[in-house]
T-cell receptor, first 115, second 110 residues
Framework: EAGVAQSPRYKIIEKRQSVAFWCNPI?????LYWYQQILGQGPKLLIQ????????DSQLPKDRFSAERLKGVDSTLKIQPAKLEDSAVYLC?????????????FGPGTRLLVL | KNEVEQSPQNLTAQEGEFITINCSYS?????LHWLQQHPGGGIVSLFM???GKKKHGRLIATINIQEKHSSLHITASHPRDSAVYIC????????????FGEGTQLTVNP
């Protein structure tokens, strides 16, 4: 079974530029998560989708971050414009459903460096 | 406030030692997860607990709901166990959102 795919794996941009990340979850997984993990910290949820609807985006900085999952399968996360403090690993995860005991499967992450 | 605390932050051990990593949380939970993160970022789910104890190979995870505490044990540690171990919980008041601890960096020397 293929895992969660993410691209690119690495990205270096200058501040005020825009960047987009892509995630393809495990086939059949209804729930998709985007996390931000700053060096030395645990992941922080940015946004959670159930199919193509947003379940939780309370921690998403909406002035610069946006995400979509138009067809309920793959998803993109965009930062526009980027700031230095956005340097982090952006992790995508998916689970079969929303249940409290569902296992989340993580992608390899996209490592972003903002200069 | 929904918080998750792990200890220690860093742990260095010799190959073969018994290792314990601790996780405490602030309020009631519906589930607790132990995750392993290797250099390069990939995260693997090790255990999901809501009560009692689970064992998989050399890994054992326990949870005490009354004390709001969980431990991850590694028996006969090996250098390939070197990774960051992260505790994540679903608080009863947070729906399906996971709240993560800051992780424990484990280094096992040969």
């Amino acid at each position: 079974e293929a895992g969660v795919a993410q691209s690119p794996r690495y990205k270096i941009i200058e501040k005020r530029q825009s960047v987009a990340f892509w995630c393809n979850p495990i086939s059949g997984h209804a729930t998709l998560y985007w996390y931000q993990q700053i060096l030395g910290q645990g992941p922080k949820l940015l946004i959670q989708f159930q199919n193509n609807g947003v379940v939780d985006d309370s921690q998403l900085p909406k002035d610069r971050f946006s995400a979509e999952r138009l067809k309920g399968v793959d998803s993109t996360l965009k930062i526009q414009p980027a700031k230095l403090e956005d340097s982090a690993v952006y992790l995508c995860a998916s689970s079969l459903d929303l249940g409290a005991r569902e296992t989340q499967y993580f992608g390899p992450g996209t490592r972003l460096l903002v200069l | 406030k929904n918080e998750v605390e792990q200890s220690p932050q860093n742990l260095t051990a010799q190959e073969g030692e018994f290792i314990t990593i601790n996780c405490s949380y602030s309020v009631g939970i519906s589930a607790l997860h132990w995750l392993q993160q290797h250099p390069g970022g990939g995260i693997v789910s090790l255990f999901m607990l809501s009560s009692g104890k689970k064992k998989h190979g050399r890994l054992i995870a326990t949870i005490n709901i009354q004390e709001k505490h969980s431990s991850l044990h590694i028996t006969a540690s090996h250098p390939r166990d070197s990774a960051v171990y992260i505790c994540a919980v679903r608080f009863q008041t947070s729906g399906s959102r996971l709240t993560f601890g800051e992780g424990t960096q484990l280094t096992v020397n040969p």
